[in-house]
């Protein structure tokens, strides 16, 4: 167990529709990164969160949002859902936001657009 | 622009034998290299890092080599073991300060018993 949550595990929704990831950090990590996994794709990195602010974006479409709450927790919010959104969705957390410390995983989200 | 990659989608090696992965990067900048490996319906769970101010860290069965002025790193285990059979991906993070991880796209080792 890496003390990463994410809610729900899977996820089953409509073209067109919105949606909100959960994550809960570790104990006492600031970082939050969100990332995307593609069937037989790498991990790609959505955003981070350092401490509530957001601190770099990767390859994020207009169409995704995220935040970090004052608790630490993070939510991706995916709306006008297309098929080619379905995909594996994976928040980390680190200690800091500086120099390499290892991110933690959690289980990810299995959303599924239909 | 993948700034992370490894080439070799798959691999598969015999148990007992050394299994070798590879990841090049092409950003100067990463600084901080870290091996991840992953189950199926599992997230992908941290296994060994280097900072590049080393050419080598080893922990156990696994050892990473930096090969800097190529832009390449390397995984070695060794021997290998049939619970080792997951995907590897190789990551790296810069100074920058955000500290963001840049994944490569994967490699699927197979051990064969």
């Known amino acids: 167990d890496s003390g990463v949550t994410q809610t729900p595990k899977h996820l089953i929704t409509a073209t067109g529709q919105r949606v909100t990831l959960r994550c809960s950090p570790r104990s006492g990590d600031l970082s939050v990164y969100w990332y995307q996994q593609s069937l037989d794709q790498g991990l790609q990195f959505l955003i981070h969160y350092y401490n509530g602010e957001e601190r770099a974006k990767g390859n994020i479409l207009e169409r995704f949002s995220a935040q970090q709450f004052p608790d630490l927790h993070s939510e991706l919010n995916l709306s006008s859902l297309e098929l080619g959104d379905s995909a594996l969705y994976f928040c980390?957390?680190?200690?800091?936001?500086?120099?390499?410390?290892?991110?933690?995983f959690g289980q990810g989200t299995r959303l599924t657009v239909v | 622009d993948q700034q992370v990659k490894q080439n070799s989608p798959s691999l598969s090696v015999q148990e007992g034998r050394i299994s070798i992965l590879n990841c090049d990067y092409t950003n100067s900048m990463f600084d901080y290299f870290l091996w991840y490996k992953k189950y199926p319906a599992e997230g992908p769970t941290f296994l060994i890092s280097?900072?590049?101010?080393?050419d080598k860290n080893e922990d156990g069965r696994f050892t990473v080599f930096l090969n800097k002025s190529a832009k390449h790193l390397s995984l070695h285990i060794v021997p290998s073991q049939p619970g080792d059979s997951a995907v590897y991906f190789c990551a790296a993070s810069g100074k920058s300060g955000a500290n963001n991880l840049f994944f490569g796209t994967g490699t699927r080792l197979t051990v064969i018993p």
């Open positions: 980390a957390s680190s200690v800091g936001g500086g120099e390499g410390t290892e991110a933690f």
């Open positions: 280097i900072s590049s101010i080393k």
